[in-house]
């Protein structure tokens, strides 16, 4: 490649993987190994740790081993190894500057490099590497690795301190730490009083709960979703019946890990008392986040969503959709199977099926013409065999859309 190229910024050598340019092959060739096949040659003799580059590794020597941070910021006690990693905190977390915007979903990230992730894997879909042991697929082969070992191995490297938790990542460690341990969740909604411990959680309340932000919808069905990853786990767990989530004490498999949680805690450990009670009230809750809900909605009536066809108000945007499907629409799209009944929401259908199904089960020793009756004062049709399936931990367990402060 001729200078004259190099400094006219042409790039001829594009990547097959993903639409990176580069002015010389050398480059194309550095970033194929570092970014998707993830190799991670220097090496550290102290721990487990490998780099991409030289100039990682020497940095993680001197700032994790021998503790040389020499950049200290002016306005926290943060230290860094690397003036750069020194201008990047201040950008992100003093000025909190996110100059770099995504044209298609409006979201805004500190770095470029974050911004053209986002957009590759995102909105693009390039995500080359797939996991051999389930559907999902990443963009680079460290975030396969990161899956395998916290998903597949379940692998907790990461210890608290302060308790018996651990973690995957120790990102996730220095959270928990920062939220439970020492109670820092600076990021507070203008909206509501829920407050977050990371800028993202509350954007993504802000979106949800507050705005009704949904742009990622389901092929399959109506279901709308802020998050791709939201719609990729309703694809996933919904529609193909996925449940990567497996019990190491039985072989109950779950979709989520907060329901694998829920069930060892519940059936193995044996815990099954609400820790979580109100302050205002005697209801107690089994999640944190089920009692912030609930304050928010019973004890402080916070209710920003209004019904434009009536004076309604309501908590979540969509308890509101609901109520216009119910009420002003007329859509019921949930069928009972043995009555043929419909409702708006599976919830009601689910009420309705435990209310009336499952005491006519209970009525056996009746006679047929009591049972008659019955079924002409509730309006449905006879049958012989009524069959209601038990709910699940599942059913009862409140949509992950709901959790506010989470």
């Known amino acids: 490649m001729d200078s004259q190229s190099v400094h006219q910024g042409q790039k001829p050598f594009q990547c097959k993987l993903c639409p990176s340019t580069f002015s010389q092959k050398s480059g194309l060739n550095t970033h194929c190994d570092l970014v998707h096949q993830g190799l991670k040659p220097f090496k550290c003799d102290s721990c487990p740790r490998a780099f991409s580059q030289k100039g990682h590794y020497k940095a993680h020597c001197q700032s994790v081993h021998l503790g040389i941070k020499p950049f200290k910021c ?224 019973v004890h402080l009536k916070v209710k920003p969503f209004k019904c434009d066809s009536c004076t309604k108000t309501f908590f979540q945007n969509q308890d509101l959709q609901m109520h216009i499907r119910n009420v002003h629409s007329g859509i019921r799209p949930f069928k009972c199977e043995i009555c043929l009944s419909t409702f708006a929401s599976r919830k009601n259908l689910n009420s309705h099926c435990r209310a009336i199904h499952r005491r006519l089960n209970s009525m056996s020793t009746t006679s047929s013409i009591d049972v008659e009756k019955t079924l002409e004062s509730t309006s449905e049709e006879p049958h012989v065999t009524i069959k209601v399936e038990p709910m699940s931990d599942e059913d009862i367990l409140p949509e992950e859309c709901s959790g506010v402060g989470k």
């Not at 390039?126 to 963009?139: D, H, N, S, T, W």
């Open 74 to 297: 002016e306005h926290c006690s943060s230290t860094f190894s690397h003036k750069g990693n020194l201008n990047n905190h201040y950008k992100v977390v003093h000025e909190r500057l996110r100059p770099f915007q995504c044209d298609a979903c409006q979201s805004t990230f500190p770095l470029r490099g974050q911004l053209q992730t986002h957009q590759q894997s995102v909105h693009q879909g390039i995500k080359p590497f797939q996991c051999k042991l389930c559907p999902f697929a990443f963009f680079q082969q460290k975030d396969l690795k990161k899956h395998f070992q916290s998903v597949h191995q379940r692998l907790r490297p990461f210890q608290c301190e302060s308790c018996p938790s651990s973690f995957s990542r120790n990102s996730h460690l220095k959270s928990h730490c920062q939220s439970i341990h020492q109670g820092l969740k600076p990021f507070k909604c203008d909206s509501c009083p829920s407050t977050f411990r990371r800028r993202d959680s509350l954007k993504i309340h802000c979106q949800s709960v507050h705005q009704g932000l949904k742009p990622f919808k389901c092929e399959i069905c109506s279901s709308a979703f802020l998050l791709k990853r939201t719609l990729d786990k309703h694809y996933e767990s919904v529609h193909l019946g996925l449940k990567p989530f497996q019990c190491d004490f039985c072989a109950t498999t779950f979709t989520q890990k907060v329901y694998l949680k829920r069930h060892l805690q519940r059936v193995h450990q044996g815990i099954k008392e609400k820790p979580f009670k109100c302050d205002t009230c005697p209801i107690m809750f089994s999640t944190k986040v089920q009692l912030k809900n609930h304050c928010l909605r």
